[in-house]
C-alpha cells in the first residue's frame, strides 16, 4: 500500500462494541466480540476526505504541536478547501487573542515575517519551531485568508493555575469567556488520567490543573464561535492540539453548545486505537522532518536588566561554548545584528543550518567585549 496525498484517513468497521467481560466456567466464549476490523480497500486520500467535509462549517485538525508531518496536514486540508472554492479562515491555538491585532496585519501584508513574530510574542509564549507552522502561515498570507489567535493570555491561565478560577479578582474575572460551563463527569476523568502520568501534585493541584484546561478549551471555543458568528460566510479550519480535539469534549462540543454548529474533527491515528468516539477521520501521514536547524548551544536567562541577552548555561554539545563563550556573558549582537532579548537570536537563527558560522558579540563583565565565531551545531 503507498501513500497517494501527505495523509491517508482509517476507516473502521466495527463488528461489535468493545468491552471487557467475565465469562461463566461453562459459557461459550464469544468469538471475535471485541475484534475491531480495518477494511484496507476502504483506506483513500486527501480529495475523499474533502468531499466529506466541504459543507461543515468547522473543521477541527489536530497536531502533536512539534510533528511536521501533523503541519503538513493541515496545510493539505486548507489548500483543499481553498481550492474548491470555501472562504476560509484559520484558528491557532499556537498564538494569544490579545496579539489578533498583528495577525490582521501580517495577512494584509502592512507588516513582514518578523515583525509579526516579534509583536505577537511567539518566540516568548509558544515556542515551538516556527518553521512547523510558516508554510500556513504564509499560505494565508498569499491567499489573504484570516489568521484567528484562539488562546487566551498566558497571563490569565497562569493565575488560574496558581489560585484557580475561584481565586480571581473581579479585574481577571471579567477577561473569563462568557457562558463558562464547569467541567462534566467525562471530561474531569479524562483528565485526571493525564494529571495521573505526572508524579507530583495533589487534589487541590489536580483542580486548578482541570480548571486550566478548561478555560484553555472554553476560551478557544469562545473565540471560534463569536468569529463563526460574525462571518456566517467563512469555514473555520481550527488548528490545535489534538488533546483539546479528541472525543469531541474539548473546543469542538463547546463550539457546538454556542452556535449548534457540529464539526468535523481529524486526528493523527498513528500509534493510538482505532476509536470511532475519538474522531472523525484518522490520518496517516507519510513521515516528514524538519530539516535541523543550527543551534548557537546556549541557555538564556529571562526577564533580566542590562545590555543584551545573558548566557546562564549550555547544551551538551555547544558551538558557543567551543568558541569561548562564557557562562555570565551578555550576547550583544549575533550575525551582526544587534540582540536585546531572545527573540532576537530566534529570528536570527531561523533559517541558519549546522555547521554555518556566525560572529557573535559579547559582554563579559562592565566593559570587557568579544567578538567571536562560532559553528553553529
Same mark, same amino acid.
Given at each position: 500500500?503507498?501513500?497517494?496525498?501527505?495523509?491517508?484517513?482509517?476507516?473502521?468497521?466495527?463488528?461489535?462494541?468493545?468491552?471487557?467481560?467475565?465469562?461463566?466456567?461453562?459459557?461459550?466464549?464469544?468469538?471475535?466480540?471485541?475484534?475491531?476490523?480495518?477494511?484496507?480497500?476502504?483506506?483513500?486520500?486527501?480529495?475523499?476526505?474533502?468531499?466529506?467535509?466541504?459543507?461543515?462549517?468547522?473543521?477541527?485538525?489536530?497536531?502533536?504541536?512539534?510533528?511536521?508531518? @501533523?503541519?503538513?496536514?493541515?496545510?493539505?486540508?486548507?489548500?483543499?478547501?481553498?481550492?474548491?472554492?470555501?472562504?476560509?479562515?484559520?484558528?491557532?491555538?499556537?498564538?494569544?487573542?490579545?496579539?489578533?491585532?498583528?495577525? #490582521?496585519?501580517?495577512?494584509?501584508?502592512?507588516?513582514?515575517?518578523?515583525?509579526?513574530?516579534?509583536?505577537?510574542?511567539?518566540?516568548?509564549?509558544?515556542?515551538?519551531?516556527?518553521?512547523?507552522?510558516?508554510?500556513?502561515?504564509?499560505?494565508?498570507?498569499?491567499?489573504?485568508?484570516?489568521?484567528?489567535?484562539?488562546?487566551?493570555?498566558?497571563?490569565?491561565?497562569?493565575?488560574?493555575?496558581?489560585?484557580?478560577? @475561584?481565586?480571581?479578582?473581579?479585574?481577571?474575572?471579567?477577561?473569563?469567556?462568557?457562558?463558562?460551563?464547569?467541567?462534566?463527569?467525562?471530561?474531569?476523568?479524562?483528565?485526571?488520567?493525564?494529571?495521573?502520568?505526572?508524579?507530583?501534585?495533589?487534589?487541590? @493541584?489536580? @483542580?486548578?490543573?482541570?480548571?486550566?484546561?478548561?478555560?484553555?478549551?472554553?476560551?478557544?471555543?469562545?473565540?471560534?464561535? #463569536?468569529?463563526?458568528?460574525?462571518?456566517?460566510?467563512?469555514?473555520?479550519?481550527?488548528?490545535?492540539?489534538?488533546?483539546?480535539?479528541?472525543?469531541?469534549?474539548?473546543?469542538?462540543?463547546?463550539?457546538?453548545?454556542?452556535?449548534?454548529?457540529?464539526?468535523?474533527?481529524?486526528?493523527?491515528?498513528?500509534?493510538?486505537?482505532?476509536?470511532?468516539?475519538?474522531?472523525?477521520?484518522?490520518?496517516?501521514?507519510?513521515?516528514?522532518?524538519?530539516?535541523?536547524?543550527?543551534?548557537?548551544?546556549?541557555?538564556?536567562?529571562?526577564?533580566?536588566?542590562?545590555?543584551?541577552?545573558?548566557?546562564?548555561?549550555?547544551?551538551?554539545?555547544?558551538?558557543?561554548?567551543?568558541?569561548?563563550?562564557?557562562?555570565? #556573558?551578555?550576547?550583544?549582537?549575533?550575525?551582526?545584528?544587534?540582540?536585546?532579548?531572545?527573540?532576537?537570536?530566534?529570528?536570527?537563527?531561523?533559517?541558519?543550518?549546522?555547521?554555518?558560522?556566525?560572529?557573535?558579540?559579547?559582554?563579559?563583565?562592565?566593559?570587557?567585549?568579544?567578538?567571536?565565531?562560532?559553528?553553529?551545531?
Amino acid at each position: 500500500m503507498s501513500y497517494k496525498s501527505l495523509a491517508m484517513i482509517a476507516v473502521a468497521v466495527v463488528l461489535a462494541a468493545p468491552g471487557a467481560s467475565v465469562l461463566a466456567r461453562d459459557a461459550e466464549p464469544a468469538a471475535g466480540a471485541a475484534t475491531r476490523v480495518l477494511e484496507l480497500d476502504a483506506l483513500t486520500g486527501v480529495e475523499t476526505l474533502l468531499g466529506r467535509i466541504a459543507e461543515r462549517r468547522v473543521v477541527y485538525v489536530g497536531e502533536h504541536h512539534d510533528r511536521y508531518a @501533523d503541519h503538513l496536514d493541515q496545510l493539505a486540508v486548507i489548500r483543499g478547501l481553498h481550492a474548491r472554492g470555501k472562504p476560509l479562515a484559520i484558528g491557532l491555538e499556537c498564538f494569544q487573542q490579545p496579539f489578533q491585532i498583528h495577525l #490582521d496585519a501580517y495577512v494584509a501584508g502592512a507588516i513582514d515575517e518578523a515583525q509579526m513574530l516579534r509583536r505577537t510574542e511567539y518566540f516568548e509564549r509558544w515556542r515551538f519551531d516556527y518553521r512547523l507552522y510558516r508554510p500556513i502561515l504564509r499560505f494565508a498570507r498569499e491567499h489573504e485568508i484570516p489568521l484567528i489567535a484562539l488562546n487566551l493570555d498566558q497571563a490569565l491561565t497562569r493565575r488560574v493555575g496558581e489560585v484557580g478560577i @475561584d481565586g480571581l479578582d473581579p479585574r481577571q474575572r471579567a477577561a473569563l469567556p462568557a457562558a463558562l460551563a464547569r467541567p462534566d463527569a467525562a471530561y474531569r476523568e479524562r483528565l485526571r488520567e493525564i494529571f495521573a502520568q505526572h508524579p507530583f501534585g495533589d487534589e487541590r @493541584d489536580l @483542580d486548578h490543573f482541570i480548571e486550566v484546561q478548561l478555560l484553555w478549551d472554553e476560551g478557544m471555543a469562545a473565540r471560534a464561535a #463569536d468569529y463563526l458568528d460574525a462571518n456566517p460566510e467563512r469555514t473555520l479550519v481550527v488548528l490545535a492540539g489534538a488533546g483539546h480535539l479528541e472525543y469531541g469534549i474539548g473546543i469542538p462540543d463547546r463550539v457546538e453548545r454556542r452556535l449548534g454548529l457540529p464539526g468535523a474533527v481529524l486526528l493523527n491515528g498513528e500509534g493510538r486505537p482505532v476509536e470511532p468516539p475519538a474522531a472523525d477521520f484518522y490520518l496517516y501521514p507519510a513521515p516528514a522532518e524538519l530539516p535541523p536547524a543550527g543551534l548557537l548551544g546556549v541557555q538564556l536567562g529571562e526577564g533580566e536588566e542590562g545590555a543584551g541577552t545573558r548566557v546562564v548555561g549550555f547544551a551538551a554539545d555547544s558551538g558557543a561554548q567551543a568558541a569561548g563563550v562564557a557562562v555570565g #556573558d551578555r550576547i550583544l549582537a549575533l550575525a551582526g545584528r544587534a540582540v536585546a532579548d531572545y527573540a532576537d537570536i530566534r529570528l536570527v537563527l531561523l533559517d541558519r543550518v549546522p555547521g554555518e558560522r556566525v560572529a557573535v558579540t559579547v559582554l563579559r563583565g562592565a566593559e570587557e567585549r568579544h567578538d567571536l565565531e562560532v559553528e553553529l551545531r
